[in-house]
């Protein structure tokens, strides 16, 4: 019998050389592959503008030579014909280097997902470290355990232990956590960033820092307050900054001497007023009401920029218009005032 065909494991020796060339020619391919996909991809990302390329780009460069060198194994082994013991074997190790594989790719998306987002979200910096932490565990646990049972260990108990223990530990914890989840609502939501002016129930300033378990706001008094995310979220927040135009309601009274054709012209001169500041959008002027002692007016109009500064400049313009306008054509403002009548006291006396 000739060398070639003794066997080795049930297959010849000259199947064996066949499926080591096999390999070997895979393993040339793959790692042939693992340089020029990429760099192919790398090009074509520097022409478009979509981030996808970049993705691609990204995650295919953390493929592993390890992972294709047992690839390529795994190929020049099916061309044998191995014994139901050895075959699992194959089987089970190139099922463990691909989910390693997969982790390692997971973890590279990860890091791309939440480099991406820092870029537009450099305030969330440390929430988003800790939910890169928080994923990466998730992953490669998820990753330990398939390994265990494809290896054959029942990890049924595994699992049942691992969630006792972290109900545990959760209940230990629970107010923590809520007010770690409660900042990874804040980074994914975006109810509000740093630099925005926020009022929180009697509370009104400027947001600072967000952190994991609290977010501190500057008042306008000038101290710092601190509240727990998780409270921070039961409360109803306004969110100055993201207004793009102002409502400004506004009220003035006459005085009930105004003669009638006067009254007529002042919606007129308010209009006149408030189009004449930039930014402004008038919306209407009317003869509201008879007051206790005044005729009363109410004006509404838009200031289309949210800045606070630039609505009281707007507001102080239309009212010193309106005070000249008001001065030469003789229209009084009204302010309370209170008429006596006096009656004199009656001296007369019946005489005896």
Request: charged share 20%.
């Amino acid at each position: 019998m000739s060398w070639l065909e003794r066997g080795i494991y049930g297959s010849p020796l000259a199947d064996w050389l066949v499926a080591l060339g096999i390999a070997a020619g895979a393993a040339v391919l793959l790692l042939l592959l693992r340089r020029t996909v990429p760099s192919w991809f790398a090009a074509r990302a520097r022409r478009t503008e979509t981030r996808v390329d970049d993705i691609v780009v990204e995650v295919l460069a953390a493929t592993k030579p390890a992972f294709l060198l047992v690839a390529a194994l795994y190929l020049g082994a099916q061309y044998l014909t191995l014994p139901d013991k050895i075959a699992r074997i194959v089987d089970g190790i190139a099922l463990v280097a691909l989910l390693l594989q997969a982790g390692a790719w997971g973890q590279r998306g990860i890091a791309l997902a939440l480099r991406l987002k820092k870029e537009t979200d450099a305030a969330g910096a440390t929430t988003l470290t800790v939910l890169g932490f928080v994923g990466r565990i998730v992953l490669w646990s998820v990753v330990a355990l398939m390994i265990l049972d494809n290896l054959g260990v029942n990890i049924t108990a595994l699992v049942a232990s691992l969630g006792i223990g972290g109900i545990a530990v959760a209940l230990a914890v629970q107010n923590i956590l809520g007010d770690i989840f409660a900042s990874l609502s804040i980074t994914l939501d975006r109810p509000f960033a740093i630099g925005d002016f926020i009022v929180v129930g009697d509370v009104l300033g400027t947001v600072e820092y967000i952190g994991l378990k609290t977010t501190r706001i500057r008042s306008l008094s000038g101290e710092q307050i601190v509240f727990s995310n998780a409270d921070l979220l039961k409360s109803r927040i306004h969110n100055y900054k993201r207004m793009t135009e102002r409502r400004v309601v506004f009220g003035f009274g006459v005085v009930y001497q105004t003669p009638a054709d006067k009254l007529e012209c002042i919606p007129a001169m308010v209009r006149e007023a408030i189009e004449a500041q930039p930014k402004t959008r008038f919306d209407r002027a009317h003869f509201k009401e008879y007051g206790d002692s005044a005729l009363t007016f109410e004006a509404v109009y838009f200031v289309l920029d949210p800045d606070y500064n630039v609505y009281m400049d707007m507001q102080q313009a239309v009212n010193l218009a309106l005070f000249r306008r008001f001065q030469d054509e003789g229209i009084g403002f009204a302010y309370p005032t209170r008429t006596v009548h006096l009656q004199p006291a009656d001296n007369t006396r019946e005489t005896p």
